[in-house]
């Protein structure tokens, strides 16, 4: 019996069996491709600022080392469980073949809101969770990096932790770290920078203008606010809608996105920023937009929003945005074009794994160079995904993933794993 179980969990799994039909994975490797190689639980003590202990509980979950380390972010969320990690985990394995990287996936977090913890708890948090990782984690076997509710300085204390028990500094440990102790240039802005780019190649493809184009962007963290700022300033995008979890806002003549970006560096969030936008946050998806991105959590489009959709580019910012009943209806209507999660955010693995490699080469490039070389592969990857698409006659997101999944097979097939 599994110990991955929850609505996540059963959309990695459903999408899985979809592609394996496609590219007819054999029924007996398909649990050797699927399950994670290993769940790892912990419980986190915390000694409250009001003078309780609270006990949180942490997961990692490395999905294969077959083709290197295991590689992904580490997410702070107060829902989190494990079924929920492991299909994360999964979905990074695809995203690291998909862009040829030499890495299976793997992710982790701890059921926590980082919202309502001081300072200081946060940082009792970040370094007991690594503390507890330590036998399970290394620069050959799984390196962390942010995701959502986490961000460098977390990046930072997990360093620390690792590198006070290892008795010299490891900054190969984490990805996503500041730069003066050995983070990259360009990884904060990674994954709304790949954003960016494949919407800007969507726009091309479909022969729309960016300076005439309008988008919606859900969630204002790492990915959403960066998208947001690079689609707005860098490409001239009128960004008309915008929300995060206390609020959102849809404007047809525009958001005033410099503003915004001072409100939220003030106050933290977007709540109360103004009156006359606002809007019922469930809304936000299906109002009028040319790019929509959802940069926030999984499964909010769905069969119940997905016909309603009004967008021609959907770039899913977030893992796992869309549910494989809403695929097929966005399939069925034909008129979206799809920027499937594990490309349309891969920007983010891909900086990191450049961070990795001068980590361990001691040798740091300009920023320059992370961000035409972050280019060149989603270049490459798209133009892969698509000619894929049109030869077989599937959706992009079906053709990515059976890029990914195949990389993963032949690795598996050509280390002796399948007989
Ligand atoms: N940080 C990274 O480099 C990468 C992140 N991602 C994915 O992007 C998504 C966002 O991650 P980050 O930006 O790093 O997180 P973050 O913690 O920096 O920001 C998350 C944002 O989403 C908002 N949010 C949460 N629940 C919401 C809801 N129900 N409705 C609207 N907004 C909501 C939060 O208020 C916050 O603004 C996640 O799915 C994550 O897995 C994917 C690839 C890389
Ligand atoms: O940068 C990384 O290693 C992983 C980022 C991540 O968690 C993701 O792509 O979902």
Redesign the pocket.
């Known amino acids: 019996m599994s110990i991955y179980s929850g609505p996540v969990f059963a959309m990695a799994q459903e999408q899985f069996n979809l592609v394996a039909d496609y590219i007819g994975i054999e029924s007996e490797h398909r649990d050797r491709l699927l399950y994670p190689k290993r769940a790892i639980s912990v419980s986190i003590p915390l000694h409250t600022d009001d003078g309780q202990t609270k006990v949180f509980q942490g997961y990692r979950v490395q999905h294969h080392l077959t083709l290197g380390p295991t ?3 580490t997410r702070f969320s107060p829902q989190l469980d494990v079924g929920e990690v492991a299909a ?1 985990a999964i979905w ?1 394995s695809w ?1 690291c073949a998909l862009a040829g990287l030499p890495y299976g996936g793997a ?1 982790g977090g701890v059921a926590c809101d980082p919202n309502s913890l001081s300072v200081r708890e946060l940082e009792a948090v970040s370094r007991r969770y690594m503390q507890e990782m330590i036998p399970f984690v290394g620069p050959n076997t799984d ?1 962390m ?1 942010p ?1 959502m509710g986490t961000n460098e300085q977390v990046m930072a204390w997990f360093m620390d932790t690792y590198s006070m028990y290892k008795g010299h500094a490891i900054n190969e440990i984490v ?2 770290k500041p730069v003066a102790i050995g983070g990259t240039a360009g990884r904060r802005e990674a994954t709304g920078r790949g954003v960016a780019h494949l919407v800007k190649r969507a726009l091309e493809s479909i022969q729309l203008d960016s300076s005439r184009s309008t988008a919606i962007v859900q969630g204002f963290g790492n990915v959403g606010s960066i998208s947001a700022y690079i689609l707005a300033r860098e490409m001239g995008v009128k960004i008309v809608g915008l929300s995060d979890h206390t609020a959102a806002y849809y404007d047809p003549a525009g958001l005033p996105i410099d503003v915004i970006e001072r409100y939220v560096a003030e106050k933290r969030n977007l709540a109360g920023w103004s009156n006359e936008s606002a809007i019922d946050p469930s809304e936000l998806l299906t109002r009028e937009c040319d790019i929509l991105i959802p940069a926030a959590t999984e499964q909010v489009i769905t069969a119940t929003n997905a016909s309603r959709l009004s967008c021609r580019i959907l770039a899913e910012g977030a ?1 796992g945005p869309t549910t494989p009943d809403a695929d097929a209806i966005i399939e069925e209507r034909g008129d979206i074009f799809v920027l499937p999660d594990i490309l349309c ?2 920007g ?2 891909i900086v ?1 794994y450049f961070e990795w490699v001068q980590d361990l080469q001691r040798l740091f490039w300009t920023e320059k160079e992370v961000n035409d070389r972050l280019k060149d592969i989603l270049n490459v990857t798209l133009d892969r995904v698509i000619r894929r698409a049109r030869k077989d006659g599937i959706s992009h997101r079906v053709a990515a993933m059976a890029i990914g999944i195949e990389k993963v097979r032949e690795g598996k097939k050509l280390r002796g794993l399948f007989p």
């Open positions: 590689k992904g972010g994360l990074m995203k992710k390196v990096a995701d990805t996503g893992n955010n891969s983010g693995v990191s």
